[in-house]
C-alpha cells in the first residue's frame, strides 16, 4: 500500500507556464487537500475536496484550482505561474473531513518558479 | 480569527523531557493536532487532543485547555531522530485544519 503519491518530486519552472501537480491516494479517502508550505508559515490551504465530484477554496485559492474526478485523484493546476508560487506543496487525505479525521500527507512536490 | 502561535525553535539535550507550547484563539473549535516533520519530508501524525487533559503516546503526551487555547507537547527520554520540526495545528468551525508555523527542535547529545 503506498498511502499517497506526488509527482514529481520536484520542478523548476518558468513564470507564466501551466503546471500540474498529482496526488494519487490508494486508501478510499473521502477528503483530499492541497497545502503549501513556506519558510517561517504553517501549512496554508490552498484547495480541498470533501468527497469525489465537489471541491472547496482554503485560506490561499488564487493562482490554482483542482478538480476531483473520482475518490483517487486531486490534480493541482497552476494556469500561469508566478515566483511567488515558488513553495513546497504537499497533497493530503482524510477518511471524511471530520474533526476526528487525520490528515495524511503525502511526500511533497518542490517547486521553483523563476 | 485564525491565530496560533508556537516556539520557533528549542534546544535540549538527549535523554532529557522538552515541552513545546502551542496558543491559539478561535471562535470555532474542533481538536487541536500535533505532527511532526523531519526535515524534506512529509508531516506525520502524532496526537489529537479534543477534551482537556493530558492524552500519553509513549514517549509522546500532549496537553490541551480549551478554556486558556493552550496545548503542549511533551517528549520524554529524548533521542536524536526526534531531532525534527513540531507542528501544531486546531481544527476550526468548517473541520479545517489551522496550523501554527512549527517548532524546531534541535537535540544535543
Known amino acids: 500500500i503506498a498511502g499517497i503519491t506526488q509527482a514529481p518530486t520536484s520542478q523548476i519552472l518558468a513564470a507564466g507556464r501551466r503546471m500540474t501537480l498529482r496526488c494519487t491516494q490508494d486508501?478510499?479517502?473521502?477528503?483530499m487537500y492541497w497545502y503549501r508550505q513556506d519558510l517561517g508559515l504553517g501549512l496554508r490551504l490552498i484547495h480541498y475536496?470533501?468527497?469525489?465530484?465537489?471541491?472547496g477554496k482554503g485560506e490561499v485559492p488564487d493562482g490554482y484550482s483542482v478538480s476531483r474526478a473520482n475518490t483517487d485523484d486531486f490534480p493541482l493546476t497552476l494556469a500561469s505561474a508566478v515566483p511567488s508560487q515558488t513553495s513546497v506543496y504537499f497533497c493530503?487525505?482524510?477518511?471524511?473531513?471530520?474533526?476526528?479525521?487525520?490528515?495524511?500527507f503525502g511526500p511533497g512536490t518542490r517547486l521553483t518558479v523563476l | 480569527g485564525q491565530n496560533i502561535d508556537q516556539p520557533t525553535e528549542m534546544t535540549a539535550t538527549e535523554g532529557a523531557i522538552v515541552q513545546i507550547n502551542c496558543t491559539y484563539q478561535?471562535?470555532?473549535?474542533?481538536?487541536l493536532f500535533w505532527y511532526q516533520q523531519h526535515a524534506g519530508e512529509a508531516p506525520t501524525f502524532l496526537s489529537y487532543?479534543?477534551l482537556d487533559g493530558l492524552e500519553e503516546k509513549g514517549r509522546f503526551s500532549s496537553f490541551l485547555s480549551r478554556s486558556k487555547g493552550y496545548s503542549y507537547l511533551l517528549l520524554k527520554e529524548l533521542q536524536m531522530k526526534d531531532s525534527a520540526s513540531y507542528l501544531c495545528?486546531?481544527?476550526?468551525?468548517?473541520?479545517?485544519?489551522?496550523w501554527g508555523a512549527g517548532t524546531k527542535l534541535i537535540i544535543k547529545p
Open positions: 493530503a487525505s482524510s477518511d471524511g473531513g471530520q474533526s476526528t479525521d487525520t490528515q495524511y
Open positions: 486508501m478510499r479517502h473521502n477528503a
Open positions: 475536496s470533501n468527497t469525489a465530484g465537489t471541491t
Open positions: 478561535t471562535s470555532g473549535f474542533n481538536g
Open positions: 487532543n479534543v
Open positions: 495545528a486546531y481544527m476550526d468551525s468548517n473541520y479545517q485544519l489551522i
